[in-house]
C-alpha cells in the first residue's frame, strides 16, 4: 500500500468513526428530545438538540461517510463558487405586488418574451390589483380550441403554430401565449425554477411568485393575526396571483410539493377556471393526501413519533428564532448533509446546485418552517383532482424522494387514467434541479399539448425541446 493510499485509509477511517460518533450522538439527541417534549420540557431539550434531533435522526444514518469528511471541502469550494458568481437565482422578471385575500402581499415575477402588451416598466409596488390585459372581458369558448379570451393584442390565434394569424385575417380574436404560473414548494422561493425559467423565456408569459411568508412575499398577515396557515389559502393566493396578472388566456400551472398541492386547492375552490382557462397541469413531487403515513426514511415507530411530535417542537423553536438560526449557521456541515439526503437522489449532483438548494432551504425562518408544516397532515385534496381529468397532465416523482415518495404520485395519476406518469429511478424531492433537462422535457411535452388544445400559439424553441433526443435518463416502467 502506498503512502497516499495509507494516508487516504487513515483519513477514511478517523471519519468513519467520527460518522459513527455523530450518527449515536444525533440518536442520543432525538431520544432525548423525544423524552422532553413528552414531558413538555422545551428548555432542556436545547436549541440545538432540537433543531438536529427532529430533522436529522433519519438523515444521518444514510449518509456516506466521505461526505462528512472529503466532501466537506467540496462544499465549501462550490459555495465559494456560488456566492461569487451567483449563477442560480439571479434571473429575474418584472416585479409585482399581488394583495391575497387577507391583505399578505405576495411578490410576483413576470418573465418570457410572450408578454408584448405588457408595460416596459413594472407597475408601482402599491398597484397590487393591477392587471397586466386590463380590460379584457372574461373568456369564451373559442373557434378550433378551448379557450378563445376576450381581449389582447398578443400575437397568435386559435389555430396556432404556423397558421396562427389566419385566425386574425377571419376577424377571431387571436389566442394570446400559453401562460405558465410555476409554484414553488415547501422551505423554497420562485428562484428553485431556474432552470426551467432559462428554458422557456422564449415565447411564453412566465409567472413565478412567492408563496407566502417564503422568499420575498410578506410574513402572512393572517398567521400573524392567529390563524393557523393552511394549504386551502395557498390555493387562494394563487387565485388572487392569476385574477391580479393573467386574467384572461390559457393557463398551464405547474406545482412542486407544497405548490401542486397549492394547485390543488385552487381546484377544489374553483374548478370553473380549470374547464374554461387551464389548458394543462404539472405535478412535480407532491401528494394529494395522506401525508402523515410519510416514514421520512425512519422506521414506523421513528415516524409516527415525528409526526406526532414535530408540529410543537417546531413551535417552541419558532419562539427562540435568532437562536435556534444562529445554531443552523454553526451547524452548517451536518445540516447540509441532511439537506442533501431530503433533497436529492443522485450522487452525481452538482456541487454548485446542492449549496444553491442549501440557500434556498436556509433562508427560510425556523418560525416559517412551523408556520407550514402542520398543513401537510391535514392536505387531503384527493377529490379535487376530478377537475383535472379532462386536461392534459404531467405527474412526476423521484423513486428516492423521501418527502412525498413514488406512491403519492402514482396515487394521483391512479385517479387520472389519461395523466402522463413519471417515476424517476434514484431521483430524489428537488427534481427540477437534480434533473432539470428531464423535467424540461416532460414540460416541453406537456406545453406542446397544451398549446395544441387551446389554440394558443407555440414558440419553436419550445417546439424543438419537445420534439429533442430523450435525456440520457431512464424512466422506470415497472413503477409507472
Same mark, same amino acid.
Given at each position: +500500500?502506498?503512502?497516499?493510499?495509507?494516508?487516504?485509509?487513515?483519513?477514511?477511517?478517523?471519519?468513519?468513526?467520527?460518522?459513527?460518533?455523530?450518527?449515536?450522538?444525533?440518536?442520543?439527541?432525538?431520544?432525548?428530545?423525544?423524552?422532553?417534549?413528552?414531558?413538555?420540557?422545551?428548555?432542556?431539550?436545547?436549541?440545538?438538540?432540537?433543531?438536529?434531533?427532529?430533522?436529522?435522526?433519519?438523515?444521518?444514518? !444514510?449518509? =456516506?461517510?466521505?461526505?462528512?469528511?472529503?466532501?466537506?471541502?467540496?462544499?465549501?469550494?462550490?459555495?465559494?463558487?456560488?456566492?461569487?458568481?451567483?449563477?442560480?437565482?439571479?434571473?429575474? !422578471?418584472?416585479?409585482?405586488?399581488? =394583495?391575497?385575500?387577507?391583505?399578505?402581499?405576495?411578490?410576483?415575477?413576470?418573465?418570457?418574451?410572450?408578454?408584448?402588451?405588457?408595460?416596459?416598466?413594472?407597475?408601482?409596488?402599491?398597484?397590487?390589483?393591477?392587471?397586466?390585459?386590463?380590460?379584457?372581458?372574461?373568456?369564451?369558448?373559442?373557434?378550433?380550441?378551448?379557450?378563445?379570451?376576450?381581449?389582447?393584442?398578443?400575437?397568435?390565434?386559435?389555430?396556432? %403554430?404556423?397558421?396562427?394569424g389566419v385566425g386574425?385575417?377571419?376577424?377571431?380574436?387571436?389566442?394570446?401565449?400559453?401562460?405558465?404560473?410555476?409554484?414553488?414548494?415547501?422551505?423554497?422561493?420562485?428562484?428553485?425554477?431556474?432552470?426551467?425559467?432559462?428554458?422557456?423565456?422564449? %415565447?411564453?408569459?412566465?409567472?413565478?411568485?412567492?408563496?407566502?411568508?417564503?422568499?420575498?412575499?410578506?410574513?402572512?398577515?393572517?398567521?400573524?393575526?392567529?390563524?393557523?396557515?393552511?394549504?386551502?389559502?395557498?390555493?387562494?393566493?394563487?387565485?388572487?396571483?392569476?385574477?391580479?396578472?393573467?386574467?384572461?388566456?390559457?393557463?398551464?400551472?405547474?406545482?412542486?410539493?407544497?405548490?401542486?398541492?397549492?394547485? +390543488?386547492?385552487?381546484?377544489?375552490?374553483?374548478?370553473?377556471?380549470?374547464?374554461?382557462?387551464?389548458?394543462?397541469?404539472?405535478?412535480?413531487?407532491?401528494?394529494?393526501?395522506?401525508?402523515?403515513?410519510?416514514?421520512?426514511?425512519?422506521?414506523?415507530?421513528?415516524?409516527?413519533?415525528?409526526?406526532?411530535?414535530?408540529?410543537?417542537?417546531?413551535?417552541?423553536?419558532?419562539?427562540?428564532?435568532?437562536?435556534v438560526e444562529r445554531?443552523?449557521?454553526?451547524?452548517?456541515?451536518?445540516?447540509?448533509?441532511?439537506?442533501?439526503?431530503?433533497?436529492f437522489g443522485r450522487?452525481?449532483?452538482?456541487?454548485?446546485?446542492?449549496?444553491?438548494?442549501?440557500?434556498?432551504?436556509?433562508?427560510?425562518?425556523?418560525?416559517?418552517?412551523?408556520?407550514?408544516?402542520?398543513?401537510?397532515?391535514?392536505?387531503?385534496?384527493?377529490?379535487?383532482?376530478?377537475?383535472?381529468?379532462?386536461?392534459?397532465?404531467?405527474? +412526476?416523482?423521484?423513486?428516492?424522494?423521501?418527502?412525498?415518495?413514488?406512491?403519492?404520485?402514482?396515487?394521483?395519476?391512479?385517479?387520472?387514467?389519461?395523466?402522463?406518469?413519471?417515476?424517476?429511478?434514484?431521483? %430524489?424531492?428537488?427534481? +427540477?434541479?437534480?434533473?432539470?433537462?428531464?423535467?424540461?422535457?416532460?414540460?416541453?411535452?406537456?406545453?406542446?399539448?397544451?398549446?395544441?388544445?387551446?389554440?394558443?400559439?407555440?414558440?419553436?424553441?419550445?417546439?424543438?425541446?419537445?420534439?429533442?433526443?430523450?435525456?440520457?435518463?431512464?424512466?422506470?416502467?415497472?413503477?409507472?
Open positions: +500500500m502506498s503512502s497516499e493510499e495509507s494516508g487516504l485509509s487513515a483519513v477514511t477511517g478517523a471519519a468513519a468513526g467520527a460518522a459513527v460518533e455523530a450518527v449515536q450522538q444525533v440518536k442520543a439527541v432525538a431520544g432525548s428530545v423525544a423524552s422532553d417534549v413528552a414531558a413538555g420540557r422545551w428548555r432542556r431539550a436545547g436549541l440545538v438538540g432540537l433543531s438536529l434531533g427532529v430533522v436529522a435522526a433519519g438523515a444521518a444514518a !444514510g449518509v =456516506a461517510v466521505e461526505r462528512l469528511t472529503i466532501g466537506r471541502d467540496m462544499r465549501r469550494r462550490a459555495g465559494a463558487e456560488v456566492e461569487a458568481a451567483a449563477p442560480f437565482g439571479s434571473l429575474r !422578471g418584472r416585479p409585482r405586488t399581488v =394583495a391575497a385575500p387577507d391583505g399578505t402581499e405576495l411578490y410576483v415575477e413576470l418573465d418570457g418574451s410572450g408578454w408584448q402588451d405588457a408595460p416596459q416598466t413594472p407597475p408601482a409596488a402599491g398597484a397590487a390589483g393591477s392587471s397586466v390585459d386590463a380590460g379584457s372581458s372574461a373568456p369564451r369558448k373559442g373557434w378550433l380550441g378551448r379557450f378563445r379570451p376576450g381581449g389582447g393584442t398578443a400575437s397568435g390565434g386559435p389555430l396556432g %403554430g404556423v397558421l396562427s386574425s385575417m377571419l376577424g377571431m380574436v387571436p389566442t394570446p401565449p400559453l401562460t405558465v404560473v410555476f409554484c414553488h414548494g415547501y422551505c423554497l422561493n420562485q428562484d428553485c425554477w431556474h432552470f426551467q425559467r432559462a428554458a422557456f423565456r422564449e %415565447g411564453l408569459r412566465l409567472v413565478f411568485w412567492d408563496q407566502r411568508s417564503h422568499g420575498r412575499s410578506e410574513r402572512s398577515r393572517s398567521h400573524l393575526a392567529g390563524e393557523p396557515a393552511s394549504i386551502d389559502q395557498l390555493g387562494g393566493d394563487l387565485k388572487a396571483v392569476i385574477d391580479a396578472v393573467a386574467p384572461t388566456g390559457p393557463l398551464v400551472l405547474v406545482g412542486h410539493s407544497m405548490g401542486g398541492m397549492t394547485v +390543488m386547492a385552487l381546484a377544489d375552490q374553483h374548478p370553473e377556471l380549470f374547464r374554461e382557462r387551464v389548458a394543462a397541469v404539472a405535478l412535480l413531487g407532491t401528494t394529494a393526501g395522506s401525508w402523515s403515513g410519510v416514514t421520512l426514511g425512519l422506521p414506523a415507530y421513528g415516524a409516527r413519533m415525528l409526526h406526532r411530535v414535530a408540529p410543537g417542537v417546531l413551535k417552541a423553536l419558532g419562539r427562540q428564532r435568532d437562536l445554531s443552523r449557521r454553526l451547524g452548517s456541515d451536518l445540516t447540509s448533509v441532511v439537506y442533501r439526503k431530503f433533497s450522487e452525481d449532483v452538482d456541487p454548485a446546485v446542492e449549496r444553491f438548494a442549501q440557500r434556498l432551504l436556509e433562508a427560510t425562518p425556523i418560525d416559517v418552517v412551523a408556520e407550514f408544516f402542520p398543513a401537510f397532515d391535514l392536505h387531503e385534496k384527493t377529490a379535487a383532482l376530478a377537475a383535472f381529468r379532462d386536461i392534459p397532465t404531467l405527474v +412526476m416523482g423521484g423513486d428516492k424522494d423521501l418527502l412525498t415518495p413514488p406512491r403519492h404520485s402514482q396515487a394521483i395519476a391512479a385517479e387520472l387514467p389519461d395523466a402522463e406518469l413519471i417515476i424517476v429511478p434514484d431521483a %430524489g424531492h428537488l427534481l +427540477m434541479l437534480e434533473l432539470p433537462d428531464l423535467v424540461n422535457t416532460q414540460l416541453a411535452l406537456l406545453l406542446e399539448q397544451a398549446a395544441r388544445g387551446s389554440g394558443a400559439p407555440l414558440p419553436q424553441p419550445v417546439r424543438d425541446l419537445a420534439l429533442g433526443t430523450a435525456p440520457a435518463v431512464a424512466v422506470d416502467e415497472s413503477l409507472t
